[in-house]
């Protein structure tokens, strides 16, 4: 079982990873994210709206059982994080939550 908070914090020191619902937005419809990870609180209107781009870009979407809270303080934010999308993994194994990767 991965450990998605150590996988997350390796992805942002060593890969490069993007904060928020409007960064995910983007990144999702341009195709540029290679996982998207939502808060399971999200806002059901961001977690349909990131979905349906995701979906089209044919990016991984991966529900964090964690709250936005959670989120938050694993990438060393003192504040809710909804989304957060890896566009390089660096070292870290995130993509293997949804079985990509390694």
């Not at 709250?67 to 694993?74: E, H, N, R, T, V």
Request: charged share 25%; hydrophobic share 45%.
């Amino acid at each position: 079982m991965i450990d998605v908070a150590k996988e997350l914090k390796v992805a942002m020191q060593t890969g490069k990873v993007a904060v928020g619902s409007k960064q995910a937005m983007k990144l999702a419809g341009m195709g540029k994210a290679k996982l998207i990870i939502v808060a399971s609180n999200a806002p059901q209107e961001i977690k349909e709206k990131i979905s349906n781009l995701a979906k089209v870009s044919k990016i991984p979407m991966y529900i964090y059982p964690g709250s936005s809270w959670d989120l938050g303080a694993i990438c060393g934010k003192p504040f809710v994080v909804a989304a957060v999308s890896v566009i390089d993994e660096g070292d870290s194994e995130i993509l293997k939550l949804v079985g990509e990767g390694g």
